[in-house]
C-alpha cells in the first residue's frame, strides 16, 4: 500500500479537547468517533440510535470510549440539554437522514431532520454553547446544483440547489449554515462556523441501504449478484478516513486561527482521477474479492440522479493543508480487508484503529 500524505493534525491540540459529534452511532460518526478517541479527546456523542445492524459502532465498540445521550436534533430543547451537558470546545454535525431513495418516500422528515436539526444544533449553540470555538455542519457534495454536465468540477462558490429532497435538503442545511455564521457567529469570540461537503465515501463497517459497497457486501456474504442501477455514473469516491481528517484538520483550524479563515464552506474530494463509474468500482471490487462477486443491471424503478459528480479541493488542500487519504484501488483494498476480517472473527475495533492509524503513520 502506499504511503499516504501527511494528515495535518497537531496530537496535542486533540488530546482531553471536549468534542461532541452528533450522529456518533452512524457510519461516518462511528469511525470519527472512534478516531477522536485515539487521539485522546473527551468524545460526547448524540444519536437517535443505531442506524444498521450489523454496524462499525456496535462492533468497534465506540461507546465504550465515549460518553453518549440520546437525542432528536428535531427536538431544539433536548439539543440544547445535550450541549448544555457535554460543555464542548468543538462540535462536529454528522446526524441526518443521508440517503436519496429514503427522501424520496419521506421528504418532510428529511427536511426536519437535515435542516430544522442543523437549525436547532446551531441555535443550542448559539444560546447554550459557551465555550464552543467551532462548528463543522457536515453536509454533501450533492448540495450543488448539478446539470450532470461532464467535466465539471463543483467548487465552493458554485450555486447550490438539488433535485431531489435530500440533496436539497442539504443545500439548504448550507443556507441555514451561512445566515447563522452571518447572523450570530461573525464576531471574534463567537464560534468560528463552517459547513463541509464530501461525498459516496467507502469504507469498513458501512451497511447503510442503497450505497454500492455495502449492497456488494451484502451480495457476497449472501453468495447472490449484485443489482446495480447506474453502472456509467461518476461519482468522487473516497475512503471514509479521507474526508474525516478534512472535518478533524478543519475543526483545528476554526479553534486556533483568530481571523477565522476557516469560517466558510469546504470541498474534501478524492484525488483528480478517482471520479470513477460505478461499473469500474465494481470491476476492482470483484478483483479484490476473488470471484466472489457477480453483478447485474438492476431493472427497478430507480431515483433520479446525477450522472457525474466531481468536487475542486483545492481550497482545502490549497489553504488548510489538507490532502485526500489513498487511491481508489487502496480504498477499496481496505474496505474488502476490513470485512474479511470481520468474517473472519477478528476484533474490530482493533481492525479498525489500525486502518485509523495506518494515515496517521
Ligand atoms: N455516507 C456517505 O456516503 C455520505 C456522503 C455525503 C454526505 N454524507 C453525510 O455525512 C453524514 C453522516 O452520514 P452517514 O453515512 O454516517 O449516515 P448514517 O445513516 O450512517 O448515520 C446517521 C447518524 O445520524 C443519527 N440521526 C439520524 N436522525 C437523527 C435525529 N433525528 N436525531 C439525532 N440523530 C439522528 C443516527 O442515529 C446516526 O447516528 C450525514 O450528514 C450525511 O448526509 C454521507
Redesign the pocket.
Known amino acids: 500500500m502506499k504511503i499516504p500524505g501527511p494528515v495535518v493534525l497537531d496530537l496535542s491540540f486533540w488530546k482531553r479537547r471536549r468534542v461532541l459529534v452528533?450522529?456518533?452511532?452512524?457510519?461516518?460518526?462511528a469511525w470519527l468517533s472512534l478516531w477522536l478517541q485515539s487521539l485522546g479527546a473527551e468524545v460526547t456523542g448524540?444519536?437517535?440510535?443505531?442506524?444498521?445492524s450489523p454496524s462499525l459502532y456496535e462492533l468497534a465498540r465506540v461507546g465504550a470510549g465515549m460518553r453518549e445521550l440520546t437525542?432528536?436534533?428535531?427536538d431544539a430543547g433536548a439539543v440544547r440539554e445535550a450541549v448544555r451537558a457535554a460543555r464542548p470546545e468543538l462540535v462536529l454535525h454528522?446526524?441526518?437522514?443521508?440517503?436519496v431513495r429514503r427522501s424520496l418516500h419521506d421528504p418532510v422528515a428529511t427536511y426536519a431532520?437535515?435542516v430544522m436539526?442543523t437549525a436547532n444544533l446551531l441555535d443550542a449553540v448559539r444560546t447554550d454553547g459557551e465555550g464552543v470555538l467551532g462548528v463543522v455542519v457536515?453536509?454533501?457534495?450533492?448540495c450543488y446544483e448539478n446539470a450532470g454536465e461532464r467535466g465539471q468540477r463543483f467548487i465552493e462558490s458554485d450555486p447550490l440547489g438539488g433535485s431531489d429532497p435530500y440533496s436539497s435538503s442539504?443545500a439548504c442545511a448550507e443556507l441555514v449554515t451561512a445566515a447563522y455564521t452571518r447572523s450570530f457567529f461573525h464576531a471574534g469570540g463567537a464560534p468560528a462556523v463552517a459547513s463541509a461537503r464530501?461525498?459516496?465515501?467507502l469504507g469498513g463497517g458501512?451497511w447503510?441501504e442503497d450505497?454500492l459497497v455495502p449492497d456488494t457486501v451484502r451480495a457476497v456474504e449472501a453468495g447472490r449478484p449484485l443489482q446495480v442501477r447506474n453502472p456509467g455514473a461518476v461519482r468522487p469516491w473516497q475512503h471514509?478516513l479521507s474526508p474525516l481528517s478534512g472535518y478533524l484538520r478543519l475543526a483545528q483550524e476554526l479553534a486556533v486561527d483568530p481571523e477565522r479563515r476557516a469560517a466558510r464552506a469546504w470541498n474534501f474530494g478524492p484525488p483528480a482521477g478517482d471520479e470513477q463509474t460505478v461499473g469500474r468500482v465494481i470491476e476492482l471490487l470483484q478483483d479484490l474479492w476473488g470471484g466472489e462477486l457477480q453483478w447485474q443491471r438492476d431493472e427497478r424503478e430507480n431515483p433520479p440522479e446525477a450522472s457525474h459528480l466531481a468536487l475542486d479541493s483545492s481550497a482545502a488542500e490549497q489553504l488548510l493543508g489538507w490532502r485526500p487519504a489513498w487511491p481508489l484501488q487502496d480504498s477499496l483494498e481496505l474496505v474488502v480487508d476490513w470485512h474479511r476480517a470481520h468474517r473472519d472473527g477478528q476484533d474490530m475495533r482493533a481492525v479498525s484503529l489500525e486502518q485509523i492509524a495506518r494515515l496517521r503513520s
Do not use: E
Open positions: 452528533t450522529g456518533h452511532t452512524g457510519f461516518k460518526g448524540i444519536s437517535r440510535g443505531v442506524p444498521t437525542a432528536d436534533v428535531c454528522l446526524a441526518a437522514q443521508p440517503m431532520v437535515n436539526g457536515v453536509t454533501s457534495d450533492k442539504k464530501a461525498g459516496n465515501v458501512d447503510g450505497r471514509v
